[in-house]
């Protein structure tokens, strides 16, 4: 079996990011003609025309659209093999890091883990993106360098996880509410109007399931996003939100919190990076920040 040219690799991971040859011939500094070349041998290679005339421009296949990522992320990580280690410099780093993660999590942890990142490394910035689904492709891409959530069944396996804290739903209330002083029994929970947080819109979730379990129905009068919404609707109402007691531990100031009066399971937030990141020593440092912001 011949072995492939791996220079093809950079050269074809330039042009599908390019969507020129004369864009991939800059970014790898070499002639068109010398590109020409390349992708006439990429064609070959691959069986496929990769990219195909469209008007003045060219645009790719689906075979070229189907390896993007993967030949981006074959890139990245042969880069990272081959760049030599380097002592990390706290003081002269000088990056962006995007976090993906709930409202609650960033308003909660953000403040004393931008404390943390100002103190040590003053060229760090921490961009904080919300994470409305568990879709893990952003970190595969590269575009996410850290995220928080709870692990589930159809999490990527490929991703690497840490467990940081344990966590576990309570109701909420504004301190002017009608069931203030009296114990918040299953019925009169039941009773109450209720605030659903829901990042993709449901109308239903497992606080239902676990009261239609019990013989029981809540009254949704609205559906929230996220938690920062669900508390802001509830601090100024009478409605209820149930929310993660130590996500949104820093957004109920002023507000009254009950265990709720039925069981619902604990919960592990972790956060997840992907496997290439393992070695980079800045995201290292940065995980180690993370968690112990959590502790």
Same mark, same amino acid.
Request: aromatic share 4%; net charge positive; glycine share 8%.
């Given at each position: 079996?011949?072995?492939? /040219?791996?220079?093809?690799?950079? %050269?074809?991971?330039?042009?599908? *990011? ?25 064609? /070959?290679? %691959? ?28 890139? #990245? /990580? ?8 380097? #002592?990390?410099?706290?003081? #002269? ?25 100002? *103190? ?16 893990? *492709? ?63 819109? #449901? /109308? ?10 019990? +013989?029981?129905?809540? +009254?949704?009068? %609205?559906?929230?996003? +996220? ?14 939100? %149930? ?44 995980? +180690? ?7």
């Amino acid at each position: 079996m011949s072995m492939p /040219d791996l220079n093809l690799l950079l %050269t074809l991971n330039a042009l599908l *990011a390019e969507g020129s040859v004369a864009g991939a011939a800059r970014r790898l500094r070499l002639s068109p003609s010398a590109m020409s070349r390349a992708l006439a041998r990429l064609r /070959d290679t %691959t069986g496929d025309p990769l990219l195909v005339r469209a008007g003045r421009g060219l645009v790719p296949t689906p075979r070229a659209l189907e390896l993007r990522d993967r030949v981006g992320a074959l890139v #990245q /990580d042969v880069e990272a093999v081959l760049r030599p280690a380097e #002592q990390l410099n706290l003081k #002269q780093l000088a990056r962006t890091f995007t976090l993906r993660s709930s409202d609650g999590f960033a308003e909660t942890f953000g403040p004393g883990l931008l404390a943390r990142i100002g *103190a040590e490394a003053p060229g760090v910035r921490l961009r904080f993106v919300q994470k409305t689904d568990k879709n893990s *492709a952003l970190l595969r891409e590269g575009a996410v360098d850290l995220e928080t959530g709870v692990v589930g069944d159809d999490a990527s396996p490929e991703l690497r996880t840490r467990a940081l804290f344990k966590d576990r739903l309570i109701g909420v209330m504004r301190d002017e509410h009608p069931l203030c002083g009296s114990r918040v029994t299953l019925a009169r929970y039941a009773a109450a109007r209720h605030i659903l947080v829901s990042r993709r819109g #449901q /109308d239903k979730g497992p606080i239902d399931d676990a009261l239609l379990a019990l +013989g029981r129905e809540r +009254g949704i009068a %609205t559906i929230a996003g +996220g938690f920062s919404t669900a508390l802001a609707l509830a601090r100024a109402s009478d409605l209820i939100a %149930t929310v993660p007691e130590r996500h949104t531990e820093s957004m109920r100031a002023g507000m009254l919190a009950f265990p709720l009066p039925f069981a619902m399971p604990a919960f592990t937030v972790s956060m997840l990076w992907h496997p290439r990141m393992d070695g980079d020593a800045a995201h290292r440092w940065l995980r +180690g920040c993370v968690l112990d912001g959590c502790r």
